[in-house]
Structure formats: structure tokens, C-alpha cells
T-cell receptor
Framework: GQNIDQPTEMTATEGAIVQINCTYQ??????LFWYQQHAGEAPTFLSY??LDGLEEKGRFSSFLSRSKGYSYLLLKELQMKDSASYLC??????????WGAGTKLIIKP | IAGITQAPTSQILAAGRRMTLRCTQD?????MYWYRQDLGLGLRLIHY???????GKGEVPDGYSVSRANTDDFPLTLASAVPSQTSVYFC????????????FGEGSRLTVL
């Protein structure tokens, strides 16, 4: 079967760094997305990785290891507005997105 | 304002009633999707359309139908609502299909009593 594992909830301090992990098992693989979703709002695109390695985009970076079925999202210089859920979503062999339940990130002052 | 518009934003519905959730996009994207989001679960694909005139079934299509008469509109219909269809429904679009960035509407919160 297809499965996505992310921590349900994480807490971090404003100004710090946090890493949100995602492990996946899918039928085939065609890349992995990360989306951010604030409470009561729609998801918004953060990153897409298709090759192994780190993709950096401002304060956010996303890493992929295809051989390990593993990705992480790294958030630096945390701000209160980063409090949100972060959704990991790999693409399977049929180009269908398989969505994780998301990690709720709580930022404390 | 460019983007995706969903209506209604919230609705309470009696079981057995018919309901259509509307979705309109003005980005001329070919692909459109309907997802439901339930607490503790990931987004689940209900139906999708890769281009106007075509539709396909997602992971949880039972009890739902869609149509794609033109590029901009992608309504989702619940023929006879049941309480298990209580959820938040998101419409999304993509220029290049699911390998590209998805743009989501603000969601429609549906409660079936």
C-alpha cells in the first residue's frame, strides 16, 4: 500500500530552526511536494523535489533521498507566521499525489 | 482577482438533499481537481479533469459527480448527501497537471445532518 509518515505536531521557538520529516512508501515515484496550510485556509505550494539533494528557497529548504523514501522541510529563522500545517505529498507512478495528514507546527515566542 | 473561487464557503445540508459546490478559475489552467480534507487525514482526491470535456475518478469518488463543460468551471455535485460527506472541500487547478504547482480555492465547509 501507499503510506506517508509525518509527525502530527511539532513545537519550535521564534528565531530557531526546525526540520519536519516525511517518509513515504509509494507505487513508483515522480517527485515530492511540500505545501503550507494555515488554519482555516487553503494549502499553498512551497517546494517540489524530483532529484536527490537539497533545494533552497529563502528561509525554507527541502531535501529528498529517493533511495531512503525520505524528505524533510527545513525552516530557518522561524517567525510567528510560520505557525501552520506542512503537508508532504509524493507523486506516485500514475502521477497521483499521495497526501500526508500534515505536521502542525506551533511557534512560540 | 486571479485565482480560484469556490461557493458556497459554508453550508449546512439535510441528509438526502442534492448539493452542488461551484468552482471557477480564471487562470486558464487545463487541469482541475476536487479534494476533501478531514481531520487527521491527508487530502483525498474525489474527481479530476485533465482538460475541458474530460473527467476522471480519484480515490474517493462514490456519491459525487463532476462535469467540465468549459475550461473555467468544475462543479462538484452530491446527488443525495450523507453525514459521512461532512468535510471541507477544496477545488484546485494546475497548469501542467499534478506534476505542477496546485492552486487551491479557499474551501467549502459542508455539514450534512
Amino acid at each position: 500500500g501507499q503510506n506517508i509518515d509525518q509527525p502530527t505536531e511539532m513545537t519550535a521557538t521564534e528565531g530557531a530552526i526546525v526540520q519536519i520529516n516525511c517518509t513515504y512508501q509509494t507505487s513508483g515515484f515522480n517527485g515530492l511536494f511540500w505545501y503550507q496550510q494555515h488554519a482555516g485556509e487553503a494549502p499553498t505550494f512551497l517546494s517540489y523535489n524530483v532529484l536527490d539533494g537539497l533545494e533552497e528557497k529563502g528561509r525554507f529548504s527541502s531535501f529528498l533521498s529517493r533511495s531512503k523514501g525520505y524528505s524533510y522541510l527545513l525552516l530557518k529563522e522561524l517567525q510567528m507566521k510560520d505557525s501552520a500545517s506542512y503537508l508532504c505529498a509524493p507523486l506516485d507512478s500514475n502521477y497521483q499525489l499521495i497526501w500526508g495528514a500534515g505536521t502542525k507546527l506551533i511557534i512560540k515566542p | 482577482i486571479a485565482g480560484i473561487t469556490q461557493a458556497p464557503t459554508s453550508q449546512i445540508l439535510a441528509a438526502g438533499r442534492r448539493m452542488t459546490l461551484r468552482c471557477t478559475q480564471d487562470m486558464r489552467h487545463n487541469a482541475m481537481y476536487w479534494y476533501r480534507q478531514d481531520l487527521g487525514l491527508g487530502l483525498r482526491l474525489i474527481h479530476y479533469s485533465n482538460t475541458a470535456g474530460t473527467t476522471g475518478k480519484g480515490e474517493v469518488p462514490d456519491g459525487y459527480s463532476v462535469s467540465r463543460a468549459n475550461t473555467d468551471d468544475f462543479p462538484l455535485t452530491l446527488a443525495s448527501a450523507v453525514p459521512s460527506q461532512t468535510s471541507v472541500y477544496f477545488c484546485a487547478s494546475s497548469e501542467t497537471g499534478e506534476t505542477g504547482e496546485l492552486f487551491f480555492g479557499e474551501g467549502s465547509r459542508l455539514t450534512v445532518l
